[in-house]
């Protein structure tokens, strides 16, 4: 079993940064990729950032050159750094894993872009 716990969600003003950090504990094995996910409110959850085995990482059309995904191996924790946020980023983020034993999602946690 895996578990995915996330922080660094929270209220931010237009413009403001915020690193989310997604630690994985559990049974990990042979990690293929892992994911940001976002659902904002009335909308359907939406990949934010891949980051794969090799460190390719991809984004979504929406935040590519404001947020950046990277991953530490060693402590099994995935990032996300968020500059420049708008009120449209508001959501809730959501770390995946995908790995031999299976895809693994966390609860989320809350980032509100609001003035």
């Known amino acids: 079993q895996v578990q995915l716990v996330e922080s660094g969600g929270g209220l931010v003003q237009p413009g403001g940064s915020l690193k989310l950090t997604c630690v994985a504990s559990?049974?990990?094995?042979?990690?293929?990729?892992m994911r940001w996910y976002r659902q904002g409110p009335g909308k359907e959850r939406e990949v934010v950032a891949i980051i794969n085995t090799g460190g390719r990482t991809n984004y979504a059309d929406s935040v590519k050159g404001r947020f950046t995904i990277s991953r530490d191996n060693a402590k099994n924790t995935l990032y996300l750094q968020m500059n420049s946020l708008k009120p449209e980023d508001t959501a809730r983020y959501y770390c995946?894993?995908?790995?031999?034993?299976?895809?693994?999602w966390g609860q989320g946690t809350q980032v509100t872009v609001s003035s």
């Open positions: 559990g049974s990990i094995f042979s990690i293929n990729a």
């Open positions: 995946n894993l995908d790995c031999f034993t299976g895809n693994y």
